[in-house]
């Protein structure tokens, strides 16, 4: 059974670092990309990157570049997405999901979702 | 970017009512359309991909069709469980992957 489970909810202050974690498991790791999503309250899905864990490479929307990392640990199969200084528009649900090698990059299974809420 | 454009935003309708959601983007996108469902509080799920594929276990009550810019979700009969948001997401272009802003279906 493909399962992807999230790291659980995160409260940060402003200004704090932040590193949320994805583990895949009843697959190939290896061989799907892992893509975020986030969704702020009550709004809708915004696609934030994805990464392909066989060779780390990455590709972030125009919106997040710069504002969040992406990155994967195949040993263990668990992609990761941080940030280095947060803001309290930061604050959301943030999904992982697994994507499919092919062109049509749409996610077939979803994470379980993790709540980063950033207030001071 | 590929803008997504879903209509309507909101809808009411009744178990066992025929619904139909389009979505418009900005740009032809082959049929590199996707489908999600989300309800409250949970991840959304895949129920259709490259426009008109049903996902596996997906009710075949949900269908797709359209190519190029125009594209439509269609509920054959709804379910008390299909009320929730409709998403429509194009991967013609990623980064990123645009999801249209979404379509609440409630009980009338």
């Known amino acids: 059974e493909v399962q992807l489970v999230q790291s659980g909810a995160e409260v940060k202050k402003p200004g704090e670092s932040l590193k949320i974690s994805c583990k895949g498991s009843?697959?190939?790791?290896?061989?799907?990309?892992i893509g975020w999503v986030r969704q702020m309250s009550g709004t809708g899905l915004e696609w934030m990157g994805i990464i392909y864990p066989g060779d780390s490479d990455t590709r972030y929307s125009p919106s997040f570049q710069g504002q969040v990392t992406i990155s994967v640990d195949k040993s263990i199969n668990t992609a990761y997405l941080q940030w280095s200084s947060l803001k309290a528009s930061d604050t959301a649900m943030y999904y992982c999901?697994?994507?499919?090698?092919?062109?049509?990059?749409?996610?077939?299974?979803w994470g379980q979702g993790t709540l980063v809420t950033v207030s001071s | 970017d590929v803008q997504m454009t879903q209509s309507p935003s909101s809808l009411s309708a009744s178990v066992g009512d025929r619904v139909t959601i389009t979505c418009r983007a900005s740009q032809s996108i082959n049929s590199n359309l996707n489908w999600y469902q989300q309800k409250p509080g949970k991840a959304p799920k895949l129920l259709i991909y490259a426009a008109s594929n049903l996902q596996s276990g997906v009710p075949s009550r949900f269908s797709g069709s359209g190519s190029g810019t125009d594209f439509t979700l269609t509920i054959s009969s709804l379910q008390p469980e299909d009320f929730a948001t409709y998403y429509c997401?194009?991967?013609?272009?990623?980064?990123?992957?645009?999801f249209g802003q979404g379509t609440k279906v409630e009980i009338k």
């Open positions: 999901g697994r994507l499919p090698r092919g062109s049509n990059k749409y996610i077939d299974y």
């Open positions: 997401q194009q991967t013609y272009i990623t980064p990123p992957g645009t």
């Open positions: 009843g697959y190939s790791f290896s061989t799907y990309w």
